[in-house]
Nanobody, 123 residues
Framework: VQLVESGGGLVQNGGSLRLSCAAS????????MGWFRQAPGKEREFVAA????????YYADSVKGRFAISRDHAKNTMYLQMNSLKPEDTAVYYC?????????????????WGQGTQVTVSS
């Protein structure tokens, strides 16, 4: 099982990026998929998640209205469109499926983490 995040980079304050999370080795269509991020010296924090049907989405208050999560079951891929980026969004972004018991906003509910993709927003 492998999850690979991509799409990160350096962007100016107010800019946009689109992250991708490609899964292989297992079909996660029936699981909630989530995005988390971790800034230096801080714990991994919840960003967004989406239910298996795509009808239910969850966002951290800090990104609500700016970020949009989506997934393509046919490609076993998930996306995170990030608009109006701020310097405080700077972090390594990770994706994972919620395959363990717990809540959608708790990193301990997730497994099979990818290597992450760096997002840096300059002021």
């Amino acid at each position: 099982v492998q999850l690979v995040e991509s799409g990160g980079g350096l962007v100016q304050n107010g800019g946009s990026l689109r992250l991708s999370c490609a899964a292989s080795g297992r079909d996660f269509s029936n699981y909630i998929m989530g995005w988390f991020r971790q800034a230096p010296g801080k714990e991994r924090e919840f960003v967004a998640a989406m239910g298996w049907s795509g009808a239910t989405t969850y966002y951290a208050d800090s990104v609500k209205g700016r970020f949009a999560i989506s997934r393509d079951h046919a490609k076993n891929t998930m996306y995170l469109q990030m608009n109006s980026l701020k310097p405080e969004d700077t972090a390594v972004y990770y994706c994972a499926p919620e395959v363990l018991s717990g809540t959608y906003d708790n990193a301990e509910s997730y497994d099979y983490w990818g290597q992450g993709t760096q997002v840096t927003v300059s002021s």
